[in-house]
């Protein structure tokens, strides 16, 4: 097995441990602190935001010719105007932008989730699927991590503690989006079992237990941090030239450490902004209100970025 196939091999698995971690640990806490603690769950969903954040920091490096730094700067600037007016919309229209951002989340969680298993196929020889498997999977595993926890009747304490003009953002319909979702991850967990891609069972039958058996900010905050963060991070990995590099010297750990360091001033630039906007906006005067909203407006420029990686990735170019 080549390190390229080992590193993507653990990704998954360790992407799977975590959060069955994140699971017990869960039901640990619910059962001696109670679910209406939330000091519990901030503290796991700061820590699993702080892993994921890194992951999207690395587009310009994937996206622009190598030698071209004023083309580079180009770039970094309307990446950086671009989640400045997210940033603006979602502070200025709380729920409507809060609607756009979920589901344009739950479009990249699913896609790029796809994208990494068919990445993973190919380094293992596997056979090509059509768009439409890729689809079976691709559905519920981005709806799961972010429909699920936010249309749960938890979700309004939750929000309470984050922003409370976001409890009614559903309006009536969250016992709706909450039934549909499942019967699609149902659907197509059958589906898959039926066609013998027991590893893709696994992982969407995981996913439904977290969104179920979590509160809402550690559903997606594990999800975030220890899923989607990890395994966009491994697919970093095939297009960085010092991680090639390390694969040739057959050090898979080294090549994911090299996708990851490059990230680390995001992280602190993210926090820098959020303590910022934490202090000008008295009304959503919460810290993590304010790294979430960063982390949301973000997804925008970064999903624009990663689109043509996953289009590659999932028709195999």
Same mark, same amino acid.
């Given at each position: 097995?080549?390190?390229?196939?080992r590193?993507?091999?653990?990704?998954r698995?360790?992407?799977?441990?975590?959060?069955?971690?994140?699971?017990?640990?869960s039901?640990?806490?619910?059962a001696?602190?109670?679910?209406?603690?939330?000091? %519990?769950?901030?503290?796991?969903?700061?820590i699993?935001?702080?892993? !994921?954040i890194p992951?999207?920091?690395?587009?310009?490096l994937?996206?622009?010719?190598?030698?071209k730094?004023v083309?580079?700067?180009?770039?970094v600037?309307i990446?950086?105007?671009?989640?400045?007016? =997210?940033?603006?919309?979602?502070?200025? %229209?709380?729920?409507? !932008?809060?609607?756009?951002?979920?589901?344009?989340?739950?479009a990249h969680?699913?896609?790029?989730?796809a994208?990494?298993?068919?990445?993973?196929?190919?380094?293992? !020889?596997?056979?090509?699927?059509?768009?439409?498997?890729r689809?079976?999977? =691709?559905?519920p595993?981005?709806l799961?991590?972010?429909?699920?926890?936010?249309?749960?009747?938890?979700?309004?304490?939750?929000?309470?503690?984050?922003?409370?003009?976001?409890?009614?953002w559903?309006?009536?319909?969250?016992?709706?989006?909450?039934l549909?979702?499942?019967?699609i991850?149902?659907?197509?967990?059958?589906?898959?079992?039926?066609?013998?891609d027991d590893?893709?069972?696994?992982?969407?039958?995981?996913?439904?237990?977290?969104?179920?058996?979590?509160?809402?900010?550690?559903?997606?905050?594990?999800?975030?941090?220890?899923?989607?963060?990890?395994?966009?991070?491994?697919?970093?990995?095939?297009?960085?030239?010092?991680?090639?590099?390390?694969?040739?010297?057959?050090?898979?750990?080294?090549?994911?450490?090299?996708?990851?360091?490059?990230?680390i001033?995001?992280?602190?630039g993210?926090?820098?902004?959020?303590?910022?906007?934490?202090?000008?906006?008295?009304?959503?005067?919460?810290?993590?209100?304010?790294?979430?909203?960063?982390? %949301?407006?973000?997804?925008?420029?970064?999903m624009?970025?990663?689109?043509k990686?996953?289009?590659?990735?999932?028709?195999g170019?």
């Amino acid at each position: 097995m080549s390190a390229k196939q080992r590193l993507f091999t653990a990704t998954r698995s360790y992407s799977q441990l975590f959060v069955l971690i994140a699971l017990i640990l869960s039901l640990f806490f619910t059962a001696f602190l109670g679910s209406d603690n939330l000091n %519990w769950q901030i503290a796991l969903a700061v820590i699993a935001l702080i892993i !994921g954040i890194p992951h999207g920091a690395l587009d310009h490096l994937l996206t622009l010719p190598k030698g071209k730094p004023v083309k580079m700067a180009f770039f970094v600037l309307i990446y950086v105007l671009i989640a400045v007016a =997210a940033v603006w919309a979602i502070l200025k %229209w709380n729920v409507l !932008g809060f609607q756009l951002v979920v589901i344009m989340s739950a479009a990249h969680f699913g896609v790029g989730d796809a994208a990494f298993i068919a990445e993973s196929e190919r380094l293992n !020889g596997g056979v090509s699927k059509s768009l439409m498997d890729r689809l079976i999977y =691709a559905l519920p595993a981005g709806l799961l991590p972010v429909f699920i926890p936010l249309s749960s009747e938890q979700t309004n304490t939750a929000l309470a503690e984050v922003n409370p003009k976001l409890i009614n953002w559903a309006g009536s319909n969250s016992n709706l989006i909450h039934l549909c979702v499942l019967l699609i991850a149902a659907s197509s967990i059958f589906v898959l079992i039926f066609k013998r891609d027991d590893k893709s069972a696994i992982d969407l039958t995981l996913l439904t237990a977290l969104s179920i058996l979590t509160p809402p900010l550690v559903a997606f905050a594990i999800y975030f941090g220890l899923w989607h963060a990890l395994r966009h991070t491994a697919r970093l990995t095939l297009n960085l030239n010092k991680s090639e590099i390390a694969y040739q010297n057959n050090q898979p750990k080294q090549a994911f450490m090299q996708a990851v360091l490059p990230g680390i001033p995001a992280l602190i630039g993210t926090f820098m902004v959020a303590v910022v906007l934490a202090a000008a906006n008295p009304d959503n005067s919460r810290l993590l209100w304010s790294i979430l909203v960063v982390i %949301w407006a973000l997804t925008v420029p970064h999903m624009m970025v990663t689109a043509k990686l996953d289009k590659g990735a999932l028709l195999g170019k």
